[in-house]
């Protein structure tokens, strides 16, 4: 005889990018096991893959998860994690500005509770994905995904060449567009070492004005009394 299977609830969630309605499911024993493994790794790939797997395992309906932005997958985790585990997280903050330490950062850090479900995705500085290099000829870019967060992480200027690279979507004038799977690695490289440096800045403003997973939260300083405020961003902030 089979054993009766549990009801799980459904959720609903935006999707940060495209303002779409998502439903997903909290995520269960197996994918606590899978993010637990990743934890005990401390291997910030073997992570970022773990939580990319319970996304996928989670969400509802079709939804490319492989191909989504990196603030995408933080955000639908952490609405994951909140209907699974709980709303509440306790992090440890170090605030600057410590008077008891020269007005540096702070030498013990203070619990601060945050609410999950009160943490957004910023686009408020988010550029166009399309940008015009000059008056004929544009680029199309589109934001990495969470298998590139470690290459982010360094300050490599190589690493941040591969970013670039992996997030061209089309370049295009007026009378034609070139898809990305329409060009060799070694024409888009020819095309971007062609940039000058205000065209090149152009599409790096890009990367540096994504939306963010972003909270600001504010509390007492348990070391010096004073009243802080810290903007928390990416992932890693609330599990810190």
Not at 46 to 66: P, R, T, Y
Request: glycine share 4%.
């Amino acid at each position: 005889m089979a054993l009766p299977k549990l009801n799980v609830p459904v959720y609903e969630a935006i999707l940060p990018s495209t303002e779409k309605v998502i439903k997903y499911r909290p995520f269960l024993v197996k994918e606590e096991k899978l993010l637990l493994t990743a934890l005990e790794a401390d291997d910030s790939k073997a992570l970022s893959s773990a939580v990319k797997q319970i996304v996928n395992n989670c969400v509802q309906g079709e939804l490319d998860v492989d191909n989504l932005s990196t603030f995408d997958i933080e955000y639908l985790f952490l609405r994951l994690r909140a209907k699974s585990v709980g709303e509440k997280v306790t992090v440890g903050l170090r605030p600057w500005g410590c008077p008891k330490n020269e007005g540096k950062l702070c030498e013990n850090s203070t619990s601060v509770e945050i609410n999950l479900e009160e943490v957004k995705v910023d686009k408020s500085t988010a550029s166009s994905s399309k940008i015009m290099l000059d008056d004929k000829i544009g680029i199309k870019m589109k934001y990495p995904d969470i298998d590139s967060v470690n290459i982010m992480g360094t300050s490599s200027d190589a690493a941040g060449m591969d970013i670039i690279r992996g997030c061209v979507d089309m370049i295009f004038t007026e009378e034609e567009t070139y898809e990305r799977d329409s060009f060799t690695d070694k024409e888009l490289d020819e095309f971007i070492d062609s940039l000058n440096s205000q065209q090149f800045k152009l599409i790096k403003d890009f990367f540096d004005n994504m939306p963010v997973l972003t909270h600001t939260v504010k509390y007492k300083c348990e070391t010096c009394g004073e009243k802080k405020e810290t903007t928390l961003t990416g992932l890693n902030s609330f599990f810190g």
